[in-house]
Structure formats: structure tokens, C-alpha cells
């Protein structure tokens, strides 16, 4: 007979079954965390989308503006010259010799008819008075021929000699009247030449170059050699300049001017275009023209050969209403597709401009202006340009509004200025 066998532990059992949902717990955790995961992703992109918001489209843009200003505006050509008396006169000698002295030096003023130099008068009075002794003997037998003509002609009326000896003596008479003029002509000659040797001033000036000293021999047989440089005038100087073939177009007689020099580079002096000459000089296929601007020197700062730096005013508008080229040139980065492809449409059919602004006088143009915080286009129509400002010949545009020049991107810490101005903040 079998043992009954021992009844189960339920103890035992209940330790080593598993509970029932066990297997349940860890995908709960797992959920948890996932869900935990999502909730961290989407605050990020809330925050990142937050900070978007703010920093694109909250942030305003800054704008550089300045204000329309009043003044003068004027259309201008620049060309550089050589400062030059107004008229030099070239003291040269007709004659050759030794300079025997010399009475004038550099700076010297001289007036009409002083002697200057001197050059050795001995070979020309010789010269002269060789001459007066020719003369003296031609005329000696000059009176001798008459004479006898005057006692053939007697003899020849009483049939004393033959008619052909008066007519020969006659011819004589004559022949030695000629020889006499002739030699008064040289007497004239060697009398004019003796002059010369007397270097003196032909102007009243200033002597500004020499070119002779005590001694030293002349020769004027092939060229005049140059002796002084007179200028007539020092209180009135010329500064000849080389327009451009581009610009002579504009440059015109009475144009006013204004030019300096580099011992003053501070300082500048007025003058008027006195002349534009018609004789073109090329240089390396560069065509230029002479244009003599003159200009008064009352304190002798200007020397001659000095280089200028010379503004020819071709055109001049007074008191007018002005702004920056880089107004005109500026658009916004923000601004309407309709009004940016109605700019770009513009650009497209402006012919070619000559102004920094990119207008040509009478042609229209664009502005744009901060008012009340909001950006607005105003068409203008352009005047003169020189090449720093331009000006407003018509259009809504006054010297109280804020023109902008330039931009400031959002987050942006520096800016390069276009022009001086100031920054305003605007949608």
C-alpha cells in the first residue's frame, strides 16, 4: 500500500509563479520615457520657433538716415597745369660778342628801355667807323664828278670836246651817287648793330631767369640765344591746364575756377577761364586741350612753374534742395517684389549715366524715407550731380524728412557708413 503523497507548499507556489500582469510593467516604463522624450522635443521647437520669432521678426531693422540739406551744388571738371606769368617776354641779342656787363639779376624789375647788359661795343664801332670813312670818300668824289660835269657841259656847249665825254662822265656822276647811298646804308647798318651790343628791357616786369654772366661769349649767328626771362606782370598770373577731350565739351570762356598748389596745400585761389585754345596736344594717342584759367597774385604767393590742381566750375545751381548719391543708389532689403521689379525694370531701361548717383539731370529717381516708423519709396526727378551730392528738382521730399543711405541687418554691430548720418529703427 502506497504512502499518500505530501500535499503541495502553497508558499513555494506562490513565490515561484509569476504574478499575473508581470510581464506588463517594463513596456509601461518604456512608454513613459518616450512620452517624457516627445514632450522635451516639441518644448525645444517651441523655444527654438520663440527665439526665431523674436530675432527675425520682432527685432526691427535699423536704417542709416540723414536729412535732406540746402546749399550749392555744382557740375565740375578737374585738370592739372603749370602756373605761368601772364606774358614773358625772351630777351635775346641780335649780335655777338662778349657780355662786357651786366646790370640786371634775378628778381630785378625793370622798366621799358633800362639796359640790362652790355655786350664789347669795340668790334661794332670799328665796324661804324669804317663805314663813315667810306661814305666820307665817296662823297669826296662824288662832288669831284659833278664838277667835271658841270665843265664838260660848258666845253661840250662850245663844241670843245665830244658829246660822249659828258655822257660817260654823266654816268659817272651817277654811278657814284649810288655808292654813296650804299655806303649810308651801311653806316645805318653798323649804327643799328653798335645799338644791340645794349641789352635793355623792351617791358616793364621782372626779370625772373638769367642766362649770362660776365665774360661769357654770344654767339647769334644761327639762333637767337636767350639772355633774360621778363615777365611783364607778377600780380597777374595764368595756370594752363590739359582738359580732357571728354570734358572740353562742357569748359567755356568766363567758367569760374578754383585751383591750389602744394606749397599751400590749404589754400585755395579763384580765378575765371580766360581761354580754351583749339590747338589739340596728344601724347600717347590721349587727346587734351589748353584751357588758360586766370587768377590774380596780389602777394606774390603763386611762382612761376609752380603745378595746380585745378576745378573748372562748368555749371552752378545755388541753394538747392540736395541729398547724397547714396540715397538714390540705396534699396531696401525688405522692400515689396512689385516695387522691387518696378525698380529693376527702371534700371533695366536707364541709359547710361554720367553722375555717382546713377541719374542724369532731369531724369527721375527714387528715394526712400522713414516716416512713422515705416520705410516709403518717393519718387524725385534729379538735377545736377557733383559726384557727393545730387539734386532734387521736384518730388515730396523736404529737408525735415529722414532719407535713408544704408541698412543695418537685425543682430548686426557695425555698418559701414555710406555717408554721415545717424540711425533711426523702423518696421
Known amino acids: 500500500m502506497e504512502a499518500p503523497s505530501p500535499a503541495p507548499d ?71 597745369g603749370t602756373v605761368n606769368p601772364v606774358l614773358t617776354v625772351i630777351v635775346g641779342s641780335y649780335v655777338s660778342g662778349v657780355i662786357q656787363d651786366m646790370y640786371c639779376d ?30 666820307a670818300r665817296d662823297m669826296a668824289q662824288l662832288e669831284a664828278a659833278r664838277l667835271d660835269l658841270a665843265r664838260y657841259g660848258t666845253l661840250v656847249g662850245q663844241d670843245s670836246i665830244a658829246k660822249q665825254t659828258y655822257d660817260d662822265q654823266g654816268a659817272l656822276v651817277h654811278q657814284l651817287m649810288g655808292t654813296v647811298q650804299l655806303d649810308r646804308a651801311l653806316v645805318e647798318t653798323a649804327t643799328v648793330n653798335l645799338g644791340y651790343t645794349n641789352i635793355v628791357s623792351p617791358v616793364n616786369g621782372t626779370v625772373v631767369a638769367r642766362n649770362i654772366t660776365i665774360g661769357q661769349t654770344v654767339a647769334a649767328s644761327f639762333q637767337t640765344p636767350t639772355l633774360f626771362l621778363i615777365a611783364t606782370d607778377l600780380t597777374k598770373m595764368q595756370v594752363d591746364t590739359n582738359v580732357s577731350e571728354s570734358d572740353i565739351g562742357a569748359v567755356s570762356a568766363g567758367n569760374q575756377a578754383r585751383f591750389s598748389v602744394e606749397a599751400f596745400p590749404d589754400r585755395f585761389f579763384h580765378g575765371a577761364v580766360a581761354e580754351v585754345r583749339q590747338a589739340p596736344q596728344t601724347v600717347q594717342n590721349v587727346v587734351t586741350y589748353d584751357v588758360v584759367v586766370g587768377a590774380e597774385n596780389p602777394d606774390f604767393a603763386l611762382k612761376p612753374g609752380m603745378t595746380a590742381n585745378v576745378v573748372i566750375i562748368t555749371e552752378q545751381h545755388p541753394d538747392v534742395l540736395r541729398v547724397p548719391d547714396q540715397a538714390l543708389r540705396f534699396s531696401p532689403s525688405h522692400a515689396p517684389s512689385l516695387v522691387r521689379g518696378s525698380e529693376a525694370g527702371q534700371e533695366k531701361g536707364r541709359p547710361a549715366t554720367t553722375g555717382a548717383s546713377g541719374a542724369r539731370a532731369g531724369e527721375g529717381g527714387r528715394v526712400w524715407v522713414l516716416r512713422d516708423g515705416k520705410v516709403v519709396p518717393v519718387p524725385v526727378t534729379t538735377g545736377l550731380d557733383d559726384d557727393t551730392y545730387t539734386e532734387i528738382v521736384r518730388g515730396e521730399l523736404s529737408d525735415r524728412d529722414d532719407v535713408i543711405v544704408g541698412e543695418l541687418a537685425a543682430g548686426s554691430g557695425s555698418a559701414n557708413l555710406a555717408a554721415p548720418g545717424f540711425f533711426r529703427s523702423g518696421r
Not at 515561484?16 to 516604463?29: D, I, M, T, W, Y
Not at 536704417?63 to 592739372?80: F, L, Q
Not at 628778381?107 to 667807323?129: E, F, S, W
Open 10 to 80: 502553497s508558499s513555494r507556489q506562490t513565490l515561484e509563479r509569476p504574478p499575473v500582469g508581470a510581464s506588463s510593467g517594463p513596456l509601461r516604463v518604456a512608454r513613459t520615457h518616450w512620452k517624457l522624450l516627445v514632450t522635451a522635443a516639441i518644448a525645444l521647437l517651441l523655444a527654438g520657433g520663440v527665439l526665431w520669432w523674436r530675432t527675425e521678426r520682432a527685432a526691427p531693422e535699423k536704417y542709416i538716415t540723414v536729412k535732406p540739406t540746402r546749399g550749392d551744388i555744382a557740375h565740375s571738371v578737374t585738370a592739372t
Open 106 to 135: 634775378y628778381n630785378t624789375r625793370v622798366h621799358k628801355g633800362q639796359l640790362c647788359a652790355m655786350i664789347d661795343p669795340r668790334p661794332y664801332q670799328a665796324a661804324l667807323d669804317q663805314a663813315k670813312g667810306q661814305l
